[in-house]
């Protein structure tokens, strides 16, 4: 009979929204938040205050079991993805970043904090080795490098709106190595990574996708891009953001991309896609 009896006060337990976490510990909460207005929410397990837009988010989207307690009020910070300054407020399991440029509900966005914490462990990419590890040389080229297409500047669409970016290769390294958790991927041809500038031309922002361009030889052979894998792989090993990171208008980010073409291809030149 007490089992039955502590199992039914644990379960009211859970359904009132009474277990959370703070700081690694399982604790209860009640009330988990005190309402200091109308508008504003101040927490007391970490003296932490959350208003406006960023509670009403925070509510909606999975409140304290997904987002946690917040660990500092709203503040102004330089975001590491674009150089611009957003608000925002750091909590257990999220940093919050307001867009007013935005219409609801993307005025509120996540930062890719998940991004910024894995190249900062794992500089070159290979959980699987410590996060000292020198990412692996790329290989010799089969072929002399090619370096006419450097410096060429294309415009091609985004990738979910009729914004523009306009690319300017910055590198090309041919014939590149690339590994994933340790294990060296093998393509079909060779792997080729193009380093494009890519800057928003748009008055809008917009997001960089992954079928904006292809990648031509001197043949006038096309060549889409590779799969997820070596793309993700060579981000992670080269240091730069993922696909489809927002950037502002006037501003650009740098990404690498990877082409997976024929052994004997060169003399690289870039078309956009339609």
């Known amino acids: ?24 510990t399982r604790h209860a909460l009640a009330p988990a938040y005190v309402m200091a207005s109308a508008e504003c929410a101040t927490f007391p397990q970490t003296g932490k205050t959350v208003c406006g837009r960023f509670l009403e988010y925070w509510q909606q989207n999975g409140a304290l079991a997904q987002q946690g307690l917040p660990l500092s009020d709203e503040f102004r910070e330089v975001s590491s993805v674009n150089q611009q300054t957003y608000t925002v407020q750091y909590f257990e399991r999220a940093v919050f970043e307001m867009h007013p440029e935005n219409v609801r509900p993307y005025d509120v966005l996540l930062t890719l904090l998940g991004r910024e914490k894995f190249l900062a462990k794992y500089p070159g990419g290979n959980t699987s080795a410590p996060p000292s590890l020198t990412p692996p040389p790329s290989a010799a080229p089969s072929s002399p490098p090619p370096t006419g297409i450097i410096g060429q500047v294309f415009d091609f669409p985004a990738a979910f709106n009729k914004s523009n970016f306009r690319g300017t290769v910055t590198d090309l390294k041919d014939n590149v190595t690339l590994t994933d958790n340790g294990q060296t991927l093998k393509p079909n041809g ?20 992954s079928l904006g361009f292809y990648l031509v030889d001197g043949r006038n052979r096309q060549f889409s891009l590779a799969g997820f894998t070596p793309n993700y792989s060579a981000k992670t090993q080269y240091g730069k953001p993922i696909l489809y990171t927002k950037v502002q208008p006037g501003l650009s980010v740098e990404h690498v ?9 060169g003399n690289y030149r870039m078309v956009p896609g339609k």
């Open 1 to 24: 009979m007490s089992r039955v009896i502590a199992l039914v006060l644990v379960a009211m337990l859970v359904l009132a929204g009474g277990v959370g976490y703070y700081a690694g």
């Open 190 to 209: 060779k792997f080729v990574a193009v380093f494009i500038e890519c800057a928003n031309i748009s008055d809008v922002p917009a997001e960089v996708g």
């Open 257 to 265: 991309f990877v082409f997976d073409v024929a052994p004997d291809a």
